[in-house]
């Protein structure tokens, strides 16, 4: 009997020792799913959506043609363009001729100055992106880059670059964000008309060097999402990039630069990438009075835009450029005494009462914009 009560007890020990053990064996389990479940890591995507246009060169026609009732208004020149970059978080442009203000006296070509309220007109239509170092910047001298960078100082939400009034300034590269997105601005001439730079001063323009951009590059770079380089370069009237361009564009990628906007040459040349750089060789005139005897080459401009995409999950972040499009602008004028009746149309809003052969115009020009690459798109026009 006594051996029969042992055996039972055996076997309830038994069963009770495997259910507990299985029991211990599983819960790890459990909470190792539940753990895995808790952890699941999202992916965060943000975009920022940036358009660009090249040069504003303030002759005095165009801003004469902006003088009504005693007062600078340049809001009738740029109405077809104000609806297409307010759409846009971002919008670059460069101020060619400098807007050094009426107190100094305005200006033509060769040393232009120009009035401050053009300024205002492109803030208005949405530009906050505006490069400064050009080979005009230091047309009207010192007091006129003080007036300028003053101004653009004065504004808010604004970054522009390449023009400072102080070494301080220059040297603390401004850093925006938006959309959970950093990005800045970094711009530079080849040059400056032959006019020498105040000697310790050479804040007023940033002269490209590849000594110079480096040094820029890797103060920055690992603090922001997005590098975008404006590069005031090349030869002037020339579709083809030159060497140097070709090289500097290369050398800039190798930094890590994210997209490089080519202004200077007044004329459209070619889109292409290296590796994962965007790299703008030229936008050509976005706003001049310069005439052309070259097939309107000078009066045929480009406007570029591209969404800037950040993907986020967890300690890794990938950045992205997409749905890359552009569209030809036409710097439309009449002329009579004088030129008068300035205004940017985009080619989708081209009629033949602006210009009767301009679908022949869009094919020349967009297969520049396509040199490089087929695959670059250019909005077709009306």
């Known amino acids: ?30 909470k190792d799913e539940t753990k895995t479940e808790k952890s699941e890591i999202k992916e965060e995507t943000n975009k920022l959506s940036l358009v660009m246009v090249g040069d504003a060169l303030l002759h005095s026609s165009l801003y004469n043609d902006g003088y009504k009732n005693g007062t600078y208004d340049f809001t009738s020149q740029l109405e077809l363009i104000k609806p297409i970059v307010e759409n846009y978080d971002l919008a670059f442009y460069n101020q060619e001729s400098i807007l ?9 070509y060769p040393t232009f100055n120009s009035p401050q309220e053009f300024g205002d007109a492109m803030l208005d239509a949405g530009f906050n992106l505006v490069s400064l170092a050009n080979n005009h910047t230091l047309d009207r001298g010192e ?4 007036n300028s960078c003053e101004y653009w ?16 300034e220059a040297d603390e590269i401004e850093i925006f964000e938006k959309n959970n997105i950093t990005y800045t601005l970094l711009a530079y001439t080849y040059g400056t008309n032959g006019i020498s730079v105040p000697e310790g001063k050479d804040y007023l323009v ?8 480096k040094s820029d590059v890797e103060k920055v770079r ?10 005031h370069w090349g030869t002037e009237y020339q579709t083809e990039p030159s060497a140097e361009q070709k090289r500097q564009a290369e050398y800039l990628a190798s930094l890590g630069v994210d997209i490089i906007i080519g202004t200077h040459p007044h004329i459209i040349e070619p889109i292409t990438f290296i590796d994962d750089t965007l790299v703008i060789y030229s936008l050509g005139n976005f706003i001049s009075a310069q005439s052309t005897n070259n097939d309107y080459n000078t009066m045929v401009e480009l406007m570029t835009s591209v969404d800037i995409v950040k993907k ?18 036409y710097n439309y004028y009449k002329k009579g005494s004088k030129w008068y009746d300035f205004k940017v149309i985009p080619f989708s809003k081209m009629n033949t009462d602006y210009n009767s052969d301009y679908k022949r115009l ?17 909005k077709a026009p009306a």
């Open 1 to 30: 009997m006594k051996k029969i009560v042992v055996v039972i007890l055996a076997v309830i020990i038994g069963a009770l020792a495997i259910f507990f053990l299985t029991r211990l064996v599983d819960k790890p389990e459990t």
């Open 100 to 108: 050094g203000g009426t107190s100094i006296g305005l200006s033509d």
């Open 143 to 146: 007091t006129a880059v003080i």
């Open 153 to 168: 100082n004065s504004k808010e939400n604004v970054l522009s670059a390449g023009s400072y009034c102080s070494e301080e």
């Open 206 to 213: 940033n002269l490209y060097s590849d000594e110079k951009v």
């Open 222 to 231: 690992d603090k922001v999402d997005v590098l975008l380089v404006s590069m």
């Open 312 to 329: 986020t999950k967890g300690k890794k972040t990938s950045i992205t450029l997409e749905n890359l499009n552009n569209e030809l602008l």
């Open 362 to 378: 869009y094919d020349k020009y967009s297969s520049v914009v396509k040199m490089y690459d087929e695959n670059i798109k250019v």
